[in-house]
């Protein structure tokens, strides 16, 4: 059953021999390590144990932080009854995937899917390890297997007291049929999923020992540095190559497609000083005139147009509740460009020679990165690979779009044999992000003359991050992400509240600055757009906003049960602190049930400070409670970021921020005390790494209210004069 | 051709003066747990000791160093991840992705060498390295724990 695993990495080797220079001892990730070394029987696709009981997980998603490599590594352990100190991990890589049939599924890390999609079939994986690891104990015994149990990584037949560990039975295991039928353990009995485990990656991040993909280093090894037009869209019109050729270290300078330029030199900074000096004249296209202005206009034109509109959410009659209503309530939002400014800029290494393409890379899919290095190299899929590394921050970024993973393997192609590594600056990683999409949006609520809410228009105008990477995925041209959170029912990002009449539509504003999947996604505006106009009809309807909100949620009894969570724990309704306002937030998204609270100072001169912030989330489930925690509060240093200070402005056509001196993020001093409250209702698997990214913000917007009577529509905060009125 | 003491050894390099330290440690001296996050002092990921005090090597030249300042990274803070920092770093499971951590760990290190038992207004002045991922407070709360230890004068 190992057969693909050693044939790829044989194939590789055979390959590097075949390149000269390059030998066995240097230190790479490679995958598929413990199959390919051949002592370690590989048990199912998912479980190899080693003779000394050391068992290897195999992890098809990508860890990036957000701890899914511990969290499935726990729900493997759980089903196979190991003994969880001896658990390692290990990717394979999107090549053995693609050879043995996709055993392995998605590799694809994104959307807080991680866990919740392939949780099924890699428990399964675990049940079916350690059953065959139980008969072939019981076979070795001449007992039934229904006689023998396994826990701790040991097998035991209790009618004679035999034991055996599963690294003794493990090369006979492998030779079994796997079982048919897999029964998954009930998740109130888990012992090793389910509990506050401590990482696994935690050790090597401790020492530096950890190689991030910026630091591989591999024999004979390039370094480039690239610069691609600075206006979406532009080209390279030229460069001369001559003013830089003998500068120290410069091998090459490199035309990568029709936009692009990059010098390789002995070491990276050799190759970012000569492409500094490099004069290149750009081609700006046509849309070098285009600014944050302009751009504002266009979808400000999309609040009241019928063109390129589409539903995602239709109850009743609307437009005809606001126009009989007894008093109606109007507010125009919007949301900006932000980029996913991970702390890893973007890189990869390549070793491209005529008959094979290699490519080492931090991803969050490894099958989009390996069909990326297909089409740069113009090798077929089987003749490339991809090795994956843990991710130094992806956030979105690295997951859809593999623009530098192309941009690498091109630059390679021009060096048959020589690895390449390509690092981005930061001033290329923030000039060419796949942003936050920008929208406006507009509301219109329609009160009785007893305040309640008879109808709502929400009508968002802006960019479809769909239409930008996916445009195959558009139903009839309709983006169905747009509506996160705001969809009528389902599983995935359904509002929360039950209103007579509703029309919620897009109107879709595409620019040239491409977006991207970017963490949170639609929901953390929509949130926003939603959750402050709750708090502004409650207002208007001189309500408080929690009993406003209530008011509509009885048929919406997991939305209601995290906001009341919040509610709770923040202390609604009984006097805050001094000088200290609180303000309320809910949704529902990637597949979880979330609220916040947030209580809130603003000092005369009008400096905001957030004290402390109440998180409840329902995921259904809760794999591991402390992983859970370290992502709703990594998720609200996001969402503050992006609410205090998240903005990519556009002037001649290019993104004006180049770096974190004028696109500044939260820091240690601004982080408010986060209480994280985990509600697992059971019977459905939602996600944690992105639902509460998006209550952060209103709920502080709304605090802000309540602190001095501003009603903050457009972000980020660093605009507005927060001193009150 | 430079002379660097790096982590107790004396090392020679050769780059050009210009070259920022960060880039020489990674580059030529070979050491990549100190990270390039910026390149302008704002990330604090390439943060290393220079004779004790938390130094932005991204933002000091070669020429800047001389052979007797004694440099420590992150691969020299202690032999086998015990300093007191690591240690309580391992204990709260401060880290999700990792990237900034060294640069974090190596300030929190300066930080409890100059002030054992730190405020938190000291931890919020000395700790302005950015992590995109949000440890923020593990970070404050793994540098009380290596202050309560009370053996962080190491590093």
Request: charged share 20%; net charge neutral; with cysteine.
């Amino acid at each position: 059953m190992t057969t693909a695993l050693e044939l790829s990495r044989r194939h590789f080797l055979a390959g590097s021999a075949a390149m000269g220079g390059l030998s066995l001892g240097f230190h790479v990730p490679f995958a598929g390590e413990a199959a390919a070394q051949g002592a370690a029987p590989e048990i199912n696709a998912w479980v190899v144990v080693k003779p000394d009981d050391t068992v290897v997980v195999r992890i098809a998603r990508s860890e990036m932080g957000q701890g899914t490599l511990t969290g499935l590594a726990q729900l493997v352990a759980e089903e196979l009854e190991c003994d969880w100190s001896k658990v390692t991990t290990e990717y394979p890589t999107p090549g053995q995937n693609v050879a043995r049939n996709r055993v392995w599924g998605s590799f694809s890390t994104g959307g807080s899917r991680g866990i919740r999609e392939s949780q099924d079939y890699v428990r399964k994986g675990g049940a079916a390890a350690r059953m065959m690891l139980i008969q072939a104990a019981a076979n070795q015994w001449g007992v039934p297997a229904s006689e023998c149990t396994a826990a701790k990584s040991v097998i035991s037949h209790a009618a004679s007291g035999r034991t055996v560990t599963f690294g003794q039975v493990a090369a006979a295991a492998a030779k079994l049929e796997p079982p048919k039928d897999v029964t998954l353990k009930d998740p109130k009995d888990w012992k090793i999923a389910g509990k506050p485990l401590k990482r696994l990656d935690t050790a090597d991040k401790l020492t530096g020992k950890q190689v991030y993909g910026m630091d591989l280093k591999l024999p004979g090894m390039l370094n480039a540095a690239i610069k691609d037009c600075p206006v979406f869209g532009g080209k390279v019109k030229s460069f001369d190559a001559a003013k830089i050729q003998s500068m120290p270290g410069v091998r090459k300078v490199v035309p990568v497609g029709d936009s692009a330029v990059a010098v390789v030199a002995d070491t990276w900074w050799q190759a970012k000083t000569a492409l500094d000096a490099l004069p290149i004249v750009w081609d700006e296209g046509p849309n070098a005139k285009v600014s944050s202005e302009t751009i504002a206009e266009m979808l400000k034109a999309g609040l009241d147009s019928n063109d390129a509109v589409f539903v995602g959410n239709a109850v009743g009659d609307a437009r005809a509740a606001i126009a009989t209503a007894a008093r109606t309530v109007e507010a125009i939002y919007s949301y900006p460009f932000q980029n996913h400014a991970c702390m890893e800029v973007m890189n990869a290494t390549a070793l491209y020679t005529p008959e094979r393409c290699e490519v080492w890379t931090p991803t969050q899919n490894g099958e989009a990165a390996l069909a990326a290095a297909s089409e740069a190299s113009g090798l077929p899929i089987s003749k490339c690979d991809v090795h994956k590394i843990h991710l130094g921050g992806g956030f979105g970024r690295r997951g859809a779009v593999h623009d530098w993973v192309r941009q690498v393997v091109a630059i390679a192609k021009e060096m048959p044999g020589t690895p390449v590594k390509l690092i981005w600056s930061r001033e290329e990683d923030m000039l060419h992000g796949r942003y936050h999409p920008v929208t406006q949006c507009r509301l219109v609520g329609a009160l009785d003359a007893s305040g309640n809410l008879t109808g709502l228009h929400m009508r968002i105008s802006g960019q479809s991050i769909v239409a930008g990477i996916f445009p195959q995925n558009l139903q009839n041209g309709r983006d169905t992400v747009v509506f996160q959170g705001l969809n009528p029912t389902g599983p995935e990002a359904a509002i929360g509240y039950t209103i007579p009449n509703l029309l919620i539509d897009h109107a879709m504003r595409n620019t040239h600055v491409p977006p991207g999947f970017w963490r949170g996604v639609n929901l953390n505006h929509n949130a926003i757009y939603l959750e402050c106009f709750m708090d502004e009809l409650a207002h208007a309807a001189g309500q408080d906003p929690l009993a406003f909100r209530r008011k509509l949620m009885a048929h919406h009894p997991k939305h209601l049960a995290v906001l009341n969570a919040v509610a709770e724990g923040i202390g609604w309704g009984s006097p805050a602190p001094a000088g200290v306002y609180r303000g309320l937030a809910q949704t529902m998204g990637f597949g979880s049930y979330v609220a916040g609270a947030a209580e809130v100072s603003v000092s005369d001169d009008g400096k905001l400070k957030i004290h402390r912030i109440v998180a409840a989330t329902d995921p259904g489930h809760a794999v591991n409670p402390d992983q859970i925690a370290a992502q709703v509060e990594g998720s609200f240093v996001y969402g503050l970021s992006a609410c205090l200070y998240g903005e990519c402005t556009v002037k001649d056509g290019r993104i004006e921020q180049e770096n974190f001196d004028t696109y500044n993020v939260l820091r240690m001093d601004e982080m408010p005390k986060v209480e994280t409250i985990i509600l697992p209702s059971g019977g459905f698997w939602g996600g944690v790494g992105e639902p509460t990214i998006a209550v952060a913000a209103p709920a502080v917007l709304n605090a802000i209210f309540a602190a001095t009577g501003k009603r903050i529509r457009s972000l980020p905060l660093k605009h507005h004069d927060l001193r009150r009125a | 051709m430079a002379t660097l003491n790096v982590n107790g050894k004396v090392v020679e390099v050769s780059a050009d003066e210009s070259t920022p330290l960060l880039w020489v440690i990674r580059e030529h001296v070979g050491l990549t747990g100190t990270k390039y996050g910026c390149g302008v002092a704002q990330c604090g990921a390439c943060t290393v000791h220079i004779d004790g005090q938390a130094v932005r090597s991204c933002a000091v030249p070669l020429s800047a160093v001389t052979p007797e300042q004694k440099i420590v990274t992150i691969e020299g803070l202690s032999p086998d991840g015990s300093h007191p920092v690591q240690k309580a770093w391992l204990a709260l499971d401060v880290p999700q992705c990792g990237f900034c951590q060294p640069g974090m760990i190596m300030a929190a290190a300066a930080l409890l060498s100059q002030k054992p038992r730190p405020s938190d207004e000291d931890i919020n002045a000395e700790m302005t390295n950015i992590c995109r991922c949000g440890t923020y407070n593990r970070v404050r709360a793994a540098i009380k724990l290596a202050a309560e230890g009370g053996e962080a004068r190491r590093g």
